[in-house]
């Protein structure tokens, strides 16, 4: 009999433990192949978020969670080939050369993954293509509608799903079958150099940092610190390692479960779990809409109204605009590729609404420097802060002196992250600044005005 050849495409599910389609994978083929497609910028991308390339904590931290995956599957005597090549074209070349009989795949989020995954189901239809859910809390089949009924608000979602029993995770995958001869990709070796950073990336990295969390009584303490600006311990920072699928969220909430049965459980732990609930909810709604992830009106098909102005983007990234909680936010994300969530509403709130700009130039930049960029929880934030996502009250916009006199009364935070920043102007208000050049008829035709 032929011998079976899988392919694992890794995606954002780059760890080996509670990994249910690699145990299935393991199971399944004689042979398998596990790439991970390095990621490049877009066009689109380059265009919005107007920077050549991702910033360099992330892609530290990318780096960093490759070469950890490939270190757990060394020890499986298996190894990761980080591919420098389109998933599509890297896929097919593997069909074409090997006879790749199956690809293994996680059910994304992202339209991109999907298309290409579609893709291959057309052009090479003799690969059975294996999907399932790897880094969500629930499957398809335990979500109690369809997809394409996902209620249109977080509460209403909550509701209906808060309430249903979680799988546990899986056991961890202690065998692989072995890697077919005469692959030969196009791989990158991943050797920069490392920068000091907040975070480290991996799945060994991600369950200790989980582990210390649980150790400590954060948690119970969780409700009332979450809103912070700066530091590690006011929210749990798992944010990294679920982006990347370093840790999945049903290993964290077994975690919390075993808390709350040694330290009992309070509105601090349910606040996590709730939490956990929103990704999840953005996780499924970016599987429902799709493109319209990405689209200027939203899920709402409702355009708002906006302008651009370039250089008042400019400010906003750099942090250099007449608000200096924004700004301290925005120095803290170009240096760590973190920003607390409560930044984050602000920073939002304050592109919208105080500078009118388009908020697909917000979220492209987002995802090109967050360390946690994820698909769905990004787009569909940002979709919601414009208005033009889930949010039943429509739009939001925050005071931001209130919100400074509140979450950061004192401005150590403003001054920790240099937030003041003199004589910031949201527009030109020197007349040398406009950019008029006084030719001869301009000078006839002033002299014409009263
Ligand atoms: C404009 C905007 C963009 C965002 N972009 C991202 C993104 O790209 N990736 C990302 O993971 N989160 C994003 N968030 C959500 C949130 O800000 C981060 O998940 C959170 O700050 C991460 O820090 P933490 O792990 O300490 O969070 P905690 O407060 O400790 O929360 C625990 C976990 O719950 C989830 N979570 C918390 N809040 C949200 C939320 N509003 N939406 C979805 N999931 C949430 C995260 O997985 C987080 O790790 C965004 C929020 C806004 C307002």
């Known amino acids: 009999m ?34 991970y497609c390095y990621p490049k910028m877009s066009p689109y991308l380059k265009q919005y978020a107007q920077v050549p390339e991702f910033g360099s904590a992330k892609q530290q931290f990318l780096d960093e969670s490759l070469h950890c995956l490939n270190l757990s ?34 059910a994304v989020s992202g339209s991109d993954e999907q298309d290409a995954v579609d ?17 969500s809390l629930f499957s398809a089949e335990h979500l109690p509608f369809d997809l394409g009924s996902l209620p249109d608000t977080f509460t209403k979602f909550r509701k209906k799903v808060e309430k249903l029993a979680l799988t546990k995770p899986v056991e961890a995958v202690t065998t692989l079958p072995p890697l077919p001869e005469g692959l030969a990709l196009p791989t990158l070796s991943l050797t920069r150099d490392v920068q000091p950073s907040l975070f480290t990336g991996g799945e060994r990295a991600g369950l200790e940092h989980c582990r ?68 999840e909810y953005f996780y499924w709604y970016a599987r429902r809409y799709k493109r319209q992830l990405f689209r200027f009106g939203g899920i709402q098909n409702q355009a708002p109204l906006t302008s651009f ?43 919208v609404h105080e500078l009118g700009l388009d908020w697909r130039y917000g979220a492209a930049y987002f995802e090109s420097q967050l360390v946690d960029y994820d698909v769905a929880s990004n787009w569909g934030n940002w979709q ?21 006199e509140m979450y950061d009364p004192h401005m150590e935070f403003i001054d920790r992250w240099q937030g003041r920043c003199a004589g910031a102007h949201l527009d030109s208000v020197d007349m040398v600044d406009w950019p008029i050049v006084m030719g001869s008829s301009d000078k006839a035709s002033s002299s014409e005005k009263p």
């Open 212 to 279: 210390q969390y649980f150790a400590s009584t954060l948690a119970s303490e969780y409700k009332q610190t979450r809103n912070g600006l700066d530091g590690m311990d006011y929210s749990t920072k798992f944010s990294p390692w679920l982006a990347h699928g370093c840790l999945s969220p049903k290993t964290i909430y077994a975690m919390l479960k075993r808390y709350e049965a040694a330290n009992g459980a309070n509105d601090s732990t349910y606040w996590i779990y709730f939490e956990l609930l929103w990704r």
């Open 73 to 106: 599957l060394n020890a499986l005597n298996q190894r990761l080939q980080v591919v420098d090549l389109p998933p599509y074209q890297a896929i097919k070349h593997a069909a074409d050369k090997l006879g790749v009989t199956h690809l293994f795949v996680d």
């Open 119 to 135: 893709k291959i189901q057309v052009e090479v239809p003799h690969v059975s293509i294996i999907q399932s859910e790897v880094r």
């Open 384 to 404: 919601y802060l414009a208005g033009v996502g889930a949010d039943p009250r429509g739009s939001r916009q925050f005071n931001l002196e209130k919100q400074t």
């Open 309 to 351: 102005y370039a250089h008042r983007f400019q400010q906003w990234k750099k942090g250099e605009t007449p608000f200096p909680i924004v700004n301290a936010c925005m120095h803290q994300l170009n240096e760590t590729g973190y920003m607390s969530n409560r930044g984050r509403q602000l920073v939002a709130s304050c592109l």
């Open 2 to 35: 032929n011998k079976t050849i899988g392919l694992y495409w890794f995606t954002n599910d780059l760890r080996v433990h509670d990994n249910p389609l690699l145990l299935r994978a393991s199971a399944e083929v004689d042979q398998l192949i596990c790439i």
